[in-house]
């Protein structure tokens, strides 16, 4: 006799009622990395900030140096990227950008 397959209505109750958490190191990086990113969007998208002699009080000095580096190599903040500085940016940080220039065609 061939065992009956499994199925969802022949699961324990509290097979059913298990729930996965994403613990651990990896994860926590992860989520340090995520946020470190949004400060250095935030600042490219803002980079009048930079200006600011508070922005040190404000911005870790590794968001501070990333931003000013990607600043320089375009001529504005993220909104006028090119999908060319999209490429740069992601090479250089390995890090995906998020910008409006996906709806744009390249140049």
């Known amino acids: 006799m061939a065992p009956k397959p499994l199925d969802y209505e022949s699961l324990n109750e509290n097979v059913k009622k298990v729930q996965y958490a994403v613990r651990g190191e990896l994860y926590l990086r992860a989520s340090e990395l995520q946020k ?58 390995s890090q995906p950008v998020e910008t409006n220039s996906k709806k744009r065609k390249r140049a």
């Open 36 to 93: 470190e990113g949004k400060k250095v969007i935030a600042l490219c998208q803002a980079p009048f900030l930079l200006d600011d002699p508070n922005v040190g009080l404000m911005f870790p000095a590794d968001a501070i140096a990333k931003a000013k580096h990607y600043l320089s190599l375009t001529s504005g903040g993220l909104d006028i990227l090119t999908m060319e500085d999209d490429d740069i940016i992601k090479r250089e940080s």
